[in-house]
């Protein structure tokens, strides 16, 4: 076993009104690398009455009488973008030890989460107050965007840093103090950026505060607390479901991103070696684990047999391992019921009728102590397969062939997640046909790309509600307050 060491994680505890503090109990948690199964820390397990103390300190931090400036919160942003940006190989490295993603991604994705708070801080005069041009009733009408108030933000692992730079670049933004809970599988990467954070940027005490520690006592608190008016959470459509419920009594304002059942559609005209490129690209970033990559592969009948020899030949030629390593393109998955959950949704396309063309046999794989699942592709699935209803994310690609445009809008939409599909054509009109007719947030035409913080992005039907990032992201955590006022 060995522990990791950095100048970023002298304090693994929480962080609350600018301190950083141990549990109350002197608690912990284990924390582990999934490449190799050693924990490398045990962080602080703070609970309710931590939550409660950093729910105040984002009270103390709150100003509504006297509001922070635009000029002081477009500072805030760039300090935070900063900090992360002159920290990002060593918060790079930290992500990639915890989650297991390959070292480039890692690093990559704390660029990517510098990102958002720039593009917040270019934007912030999208939060002006301004008078209306018209006068209704003859009185002048002026709308200020106010801070929802103190706002909790509850984040996954798959994302350690990207997740959380959505929300709280648009929380600092309004104005909104926040009391950030990262999820148990990868603290230390939000440690790391408290840390750059504290040494770097200079915000209001209790502008930011950071519990680690299980998700039942310190999400109870952020549901049932009258201070708290906002929660905004990504991760299972399930969890959300729950936290749609647990907050209902204190109606308040909610932003979820949830589950994802990515289609990814190839038409008979689509440039095949572009189609092939992206749909690599997109489905193993973070070894298949992000709720945006592809969960289903639909291929038209014309072209299905040569893109099914394409796509096995570079599934085949992935390097898995440590992503520490070298030449790694795709690390472990996060724990052991992963790796199930992906095995079992082979078996369960194999047993079907499902065939096997890159990868290999389940049964196979050793039963435990290995989390790395070797890339996988499986041809001929059809819609009565788990792997269509329920999300993998692990490496695994089921490939099912369409004949007709109305097929594969029909098969495309046959779930309850709308968050992001992708379609390959050249035609023009029918790209524009399909894209309208499916239900999703977001939908890449010959592009496999994900999110950017200059654009929104969230999810229809069950894959939630709110937006990320763009002009849009920027109002999720202000409550407009229009004033009419008359003539003394």
Known sequence: MALIESPLLQHLEGYIGGQWVPADDGSTFAVDNPATGDTI????????????????????????????????????????????????????????????????????????????????????????????PERPKGLEWTVHYRPVGVVGL?????????????????????????????????????IAAFQALHDRADLPAGMVNLVSGPPAPIGDVLCDHPEVPMLSFTGSTGVGQHLIRATAHRVKKLSLELGGNAPFIVFDDADLDAALENLMAN?????????????????????????????????????????????????????????????RHVQDALAKGGELLAGPEPKELPASGSRFYPPTLVGKVTPDMVCCHEETFGP?????????????????????????????????Q???????????????????????????????????????????????????????????
């Not at 070298?326 to 992963?338: F, R």
């Open 430 to 488: 029918r790209a524009a046909r399909t894209i309208g007719a499916l239900r999703f947030g977001h939908v890449g035409w010959n592009s496999g790309s994900g999110p950017t913080p200059e654009a929104p992005f969230g999810g229809m039907k069950s894959s939630g509600v709110g937006r990320e990032g763009g002009v849009e992201g920027l109002f999720e955590f202000i409550e407009a307050q229009t004033v009419p006022r008359g003539d003394q």
């Open 154 to 190: 509850i984040t996954p692992w798959n994302f350690p840093i990207g997740m959380i730079a959505k929300k709280l670049a648009a929380a600092l933004a309004a104005g909104c103090p926040s009391v950030i809970k990262p999820a148990s599988e990868t603290p230390l990467t939000m």
């Open 283 to 343: 489905k193993f970033r973070g070894g298949g684990q992000t709720c945006v990559c592809t969960n289903r592969l639909y291929v038209q009948s014309g072209v299905a047999d040569t893109f099914a020899a394409m796509l096995a030949k570079k599934v085949s030629a992935l390097k898995v391992g440590d992503g520490m390593a070298e030449g790694t393109e795709i690390g472990p998955l996060i724990s052991q019921a992963g790796f199930d959950k992906v095995r």
């Open 41 to 132: 820390a045990h962080v602080a397990a703070m609970g309710a009455a931590e939550t409660e103390r950093a729910i105040a300190a984002g009270q103390s931090a709150l100003r509504l009488q006297e509001p922070y400036s635009i000029e002081t919160r477009r500072g805030w942003l760039e300090a935070v973008r900063d900090a992360l940006l002159a920290e990002q190989d060593e918060i790079g490295r930290i992500l990639c030890l915890e989650h297991g993603k390959p070292l480039g991604e890692a690093v990559g994705e704390v660029t990517y989460a510098a990102g958002f708070f720039d593009y917040c801080a270019k934007y912030m005069d999208e939060l002006k107050s301004h008078v209306i």
């Open 396 to 428: 695994f690609i089921p490939m099912a062939v369409f004949h007709s445009e109305e097929e594969v809008i029909a098969r495309g939409n046959d779930t309850e997640f709308g968050l992001a599909a992708y379609v390959f054509t050249r035609d023009e």
